[in-house]
């Protein structure tokens, strides 16, 4: 194996892992956001149960207000999150450039080496028909 397979191998599977990590951002970040979504709605079903019991009305702005921070919180670790996969698609697309620079060097040595080959073919033949032509 070649020193450039060698490299496209290792990017290669740098990218893989970086998917990999990517994906995990990803499913940690839809997994936040179905929280904010129950938090939402929980506060959508309290709103409706508030409003037609009378005794649970004295409780609703302390929940509100707790549900407020819950959902302030969620939002942060959303935007964290959201930080951290910028990150990650960042770190894959340079992952992915580099691949492809390995490839391009890859193939351009491949294209070097059949034309050495095939100048020394052609001086082969060359000389074949000489020694023909002299003999």
């Known amino acids: ?42 506060g959508e079903a309290e709103a409706g149960f508030s409003a037609q019991e009378a005794a649970a009305g004295i409780y609703r702005a302390g929940f509100f207000e707790g549900l407020k921070m819950r959902k302030a919180r969620v939002q942060s670790e959303i935007d964290v999150i959201l ?32 034309k050495v080959q095939g100048r020394r073919d052609s001086a082969a033949l060359d000389e074949l028909g000489l020694r023909k032509k002299a003999g």
């Open 83 to 114: 930080i951290e996969e910028t990150g990650a698609r960042e770190a894959l697309a340079e992952a992915f450039e580099t691949q492809k620079k390995y490839e391009h060097i890859a193939l351009n040595l491949q294209i070097e080496a059949r």
């Open 1 to 42: 194996m070649s020193w450039a397979e060698s490299l496209i191998k290792l990017s290669t599977y740098e990218a893989e892992v970086l998917q990999k990590r990517l994906a995990e951002i990803v499913d940690r970040r839809v997994a936040v956001e179905m929280r904010l979504a129950c938090l939402e709605a929980e």
